[in-house]
């Protein structure tokens, strides 16, 4: 099938909406010519066709949907290039995403942007934090993830100098202040902090659902084919660049020890099913 969200993304002087296959590349291309799209508007997975031509494709047969289940139908057909490979800024998705979670907080979204954003982060990035996130829709479709998990994704790694334990107790802490001066309930403060010291040992007790779904999301990456994997090492190695290759290969495989020792891996059944087996292969092929 063909899809297309609103027009809600802005440029040109006017707004975008984008047009996606399920199914192949190949069906997209198709409609899009017949639908007079130019060829210039493709960008790996999607063409970005302008409002005015919004009415028209809808009437052609593409099957209108929101924003987040667009992005749902273009992650689970297996088409969705990764947000490293597409080379764009991601601060227009992240920002679609903030406004889901917190909307009207400008300064602490783009306060968040520049963290994540420091040049010495490799893996641990903006586009960690979109994948994340990513996951996170992917575990809980057709539900919305909850917001306290959703935040604490936001601030997992928002403090990052390689130091594990410390890094997630501050992150914690930036959470704490900064969403209480935000407004947000205590309730809800303590949990997304909560939430962000569990990601040092991805370790929830076996009914903390939103410790869970959290877990999981970050440790999605685990469970990529090969070459998405690939990728991953390479630039977890570069975040560690300031340690030796003897000291980083003796902690790597601690690392990974630990996590095939680990039982469970993923602690949600989506998560099991969509990541275990690619993720067990992955860490063994690393360790050997």
């Known amino acids: 099938m063909i899809y297309v969200d609103p027009p809600l993304w802005p440029a040109h002087g006017t707004h975008f909406s984008h047009l996606i296959s399920d199914t192949s590349i190949e069906e997209l291309h198709a409609f899009a010519v017949d639908a007079g799209i130019p060829e210039r508007a493709f960008d790996g997975d999607h063409y970005d066709v302008a409002e005015a031509r919004y009415g028209a494709l809808v009437a052609a047969g593409a ?3 929101e924003g987040r289940i667009l992005v749902r139908k273009l992650i689970a057909s297996g088409l969705r290039i990764p947000a490293r ?3 764009k800024a991601l601060k227009v998705p992240l920002l679609n995403r903030w406004n889901r979670a917190l909307p009207g907080r ?9 963290r ?3 040049e010495h982060r490799k893996y641990h990035g903006r586009t960690h934090l979109l994948a994340v996130l990513e996951a996170l ?12 998990v959703l935040l604490a994704a936001w601030f997992h790694d928002a403090v990052y100098r390689g130091i594990a334990g410390q890094d997630e107790e501050e992150s914690a802490r930036l959470a704490e202040d900064t969403l209480i001066r935000a407004g947000l309930p205590y309730a809800e403060v303590d949990e997304v902090a909560r939430l962000v010291r569990l990601t040092a040992d991805h370790r929830p007790v076996p009914d903390d ?3 869970a779904l959290l877990s999981d999301a970050d440790l999605s990456v685990l469970g990529g084919d090969p070459e998405a994997y690939a990728r991953y090492l390479a630039a977890v190695r570069e975040d560690f660049a300031h340690i030796g290759d003897d000291d980083f290969a003796a902690g790597r495989t601690a690392v990974v020890r630990q996590l095939l ?3 469970p891996l993923f602690h949600t059944s989506r998560g099991r099913e969509l990541w275990l087996a690619a993720a067990r292969r992955n860490l063994r092929g690393e360790l050997a």
């Open 63 to 65: 099957i209108p949907v």
């Open 85 to 87: 490979r597409r080379g």
């Open 106 to 114: 400008d300064a602490l979204f783009l306060d968040l942007m520049d």
């Open 116 to 118: 994540w954003g420091e």
């Open 137 to 148: 829709d992917v575990l809980t479709d057709p539900a919305d993830p909850p917001r306290t």
């Open 209 to 211: 659902a939103a410790g």
């Open 261 to 263: 020792q680990q039982e």
